[in-house]
Nanobody, 126 residues
Framework: QVQLVESGGGLVQAGDSLRLSCAAS????????MGWFRQAPGKEREFVAA????????HYASSLEGRFTISRDNNKNTVYLQINSLKPEDTAVYYC???????????????????WGQGTQVTVSS
């Protein structure tokens, strides 16, 4: 079992920056890939970014224009998502997820992720 707890969300203004955190606990040695997804009201859950737990190699959704940066700190068992120049359309619940006992950085569908956090709300006002 892997437990994931997100934090760092909140209400921000357009143009602000935000850093989300996801703290992992439990069988963290089994984690291969950590990802961030988001879900806006009335929309499907959307892949944002993923990072290889061992190498730190990152992969991003092609639809995003470079405002997002994913990183991880293995010593703290934490993965981060830095979001710059926030826009109202970034408003969503942001979820952290893990692929364990194997994984592929480029599998962006939610079904490939084994564990999920409870999500953290990001609201961007114009």
């Amino acid at each position: 079992q892997v437990q994931l707890v997100e934090s760092g969300g909140g209400l921000v203004q357009a143009g602000d920056s935000l850093r989300l955190s996801c703290a992992a606990s439990g069988r963290t040695f089994s984690m291969y890939v950590m990802g961030w997804f988001r879900q806006a009201p009335g929309k499907e859950r959307e892949f944002v970014a993923a990072v290889s737990w061992s190498s730190g190699t990152a992969h991003y959704a092609s639809s995003l224009e470079g405002r997002f940066t994913i990183s991880r700190d293995n010593n703290k068992n934490t993965v981060y998502l830095q979001i710059n120049s926030l826009k109202p359309e970034d408003t969503a619940v942001y979820y952290c997820a893990a692929q364990v006992n194997g994984g592929n950085l480029y599998l962006v569908q939610a079904l490939y992720y084994n564990y999920w956090g409870q999500g953290t709300q990001v609201t961007v006002s114009s």
